[in-house]
């Protein structure tokens, strides 16, 4: 490694106390595992030394070499190389980060939560088919939950409803108060229903015969093409306004539950569109589907397709 770069890394890591070499920057993350060290930093830090790594390609390799570690983000505390995402997730679940951090731990109150009688028999029949090992339920940070069974670990948190014991970790429990497991038939088979009410609204998923539904009701719906004005004359849905300058003040002035929807092609660009104007503060929120792609096979085909 050169040596200029090797000593810009020493001083970095030892003048600060907490360095995160990441993608992006603590307001604007530019990768899912950055944003999730963030996130946990942001519990115990109200500030710390970041690095965005991804302004320089020589730092971006170097950092690899001087820690040897071979991904981003990577977190130094006090000198010492801690780890990547997983290692600093795993640290933060077992209440050791604090500790590493120098910074105290919060008090984890044990959330209440309910079973219904459907799912405790669901849950009951799963914990004997496994030979009676414990239960666990984890909630992640972007409020996925998942249901398991296995050995319970040394940091988890018993908590019971309904006759049913649960293991979770604390980031869990700072995540699950209100939450409610149910068991249900659905189209597909039966499966666990689990509602969470601390969950941030998500972006809605609209199918485009549900879309053709609402537009046919004859009432004006806020329906934006996130594409480009050359895309938006090859196909374009009648009702649909392009997502311009004018479309984004007008937005502006819409109530935060005004329901919005949004499409591209396919439906991954609109999906992007979604997602930043839930990060804005909107509540309802829909991406169609699919795209003009799917209206034009399932609703219009004389829309053209390219």
């Not at 795993?90 to 731990?105: F, R």
């Amino acid at each position: 490694m050169d040596a200029a770069l090797k000593q810009y890394f020493d001083d970095l890591v030892k003048k600060n106390d907490v360095v995160l070499f990441m993608k992006g920057n603590p307001q604007a993350p530019q990768c899912g595992f950055s944003a999730q060290v963030v996130r946990i930093l942001g519990e115990y830090l109200p500030a710390y030394e970041s690095v965005n790594v991804l302004a320089d390609p020589a730092v971006r390799d170097g950092i690899k070499e001087y820690s040897d570690w071979p991904t981003i983000p990577q977190l130094y505390v006090k000198g010492e190389f801690v780890g990547g995402c997983d290692i600093v997730k795993d640290l933060y679940a077992k209440g050791e980060l604090s500790k590493m951090l120098g910074v105290k731990e919060q008090e984890v109150v044990l959330p209440a939560i309910t079973i219904t009688d459907a799912a405790k028999a669901a849950l009951l029949s799963a914990q004997k088919d496994a030979g009676g090992e414990p239960l666990h339920l984890n909630v992640n940070d972007r409020f996925d939950s998942a249901l398991d069974v296995g050995p319970r670990e040394p940091h988890e948190l018993e908590i019971s409803a309904n006759g049913v014991v649960l293991y979770i970790d604390k980031p869990t429990a700072k995540r699950t108060n209100g939450l409610k497991i149910d068991f249900v038939q659905g189209p597909q088979g039966a499966g666990f229903k689990i509602e969470n009410p601390n969950a941030p609204p998500r972006v809605k998923q609209i199918a485009v015969k549900d879309l053709k539904a609402l537009l046919d009701q004859g009432r004006p719906i806020q329906l934006f093409d996130v594409r480009g004005p050359d895309e938006h004359k090859v196909a374009h849905i009648k009702q649909a306004r392009l997502l311009d300058e004018q479309a984004l003040q007008d937005i502006g002035r819409m109530a935060k539950d005004t329901p919005l929807y949004f499409h591209c092609h396919h439906g991954g660009r609109s999906q992007r569109a979604a997602e930043q104007f839930l990060a804005q503060g909107y509540k309802n929120v829909h991406n169609v589907a699919g795209g003009i792609d799917a209206w034009s096979q399932e609703i219009d085909s004389s829309v053209p397709r390219y």
